[in-house]
């Protein structure tokens, strides 16, 4: 079982720039796709960027949206999700989930999930 730590959250102004982090441990290997997901408030989670285990391959919701940038440094065990230009709409609750493959990594599929890093943006 893989335990996932997410940081990097806070309060921010609309135009700012965050870099959420999320560390991984234990599990039987580190070859793990891991993903980034948010849930606004009132909302349902949704899926925001993925990355596989060697850092080969990103997927994204948007993949016209270049505000966001997914990327990991597997010596690290850590992926991170760099979100530039933040705006309101930006406001939610941002997991870091794991998974054998991208293609597990689905609100419905993945079944390694941190706590979440709030993330605050004000106008």
């Known amino acids: 079982q893989v335990q996932l730590v997410e940081s990097g959250g806070g309060l921010v102004q609309a135009g700012d720039s965050l870099r959420l982090s999320c560390v991984a441990s234990?599990?039987?290997?580190?070859?793990?796709?891991m993903g980034w997901f948010r849930q606004a408030p009132g909302k349902e989670r949704e899926f925001v960027a993925a990355?596989?285990?060697?850092?080969?391959?990103?997927y994204y919701a948007d993949p016209t949206n270049d505000r966001i940038t997914i990327s990991r440094d597997s010596a690290r065990n850590t992926a991170y999700l760099q979100i530039n230009k933040l705006a309101p709409e930006d406001t939610a609750v941002y997991y870091c989930?794991?998974?054998?493959?991208?293609?597990?990594?689905?609100?419905?599929?993945?079944?390694?999930w941190g706590l979440g890093t709030q993330v605050t943006v004000s106008s």
């Open positions: 989930a794991a998974a054998p493959t991208t293609a597990a990594l689905s609100v419905s599929r993945a079944q390694e």
């Open positions: 234990g599990g039987a290997n580190s070859k793990y796709a």
């Open positions: 990355i596989s285990w060697n850092g080969g391959t990103t």
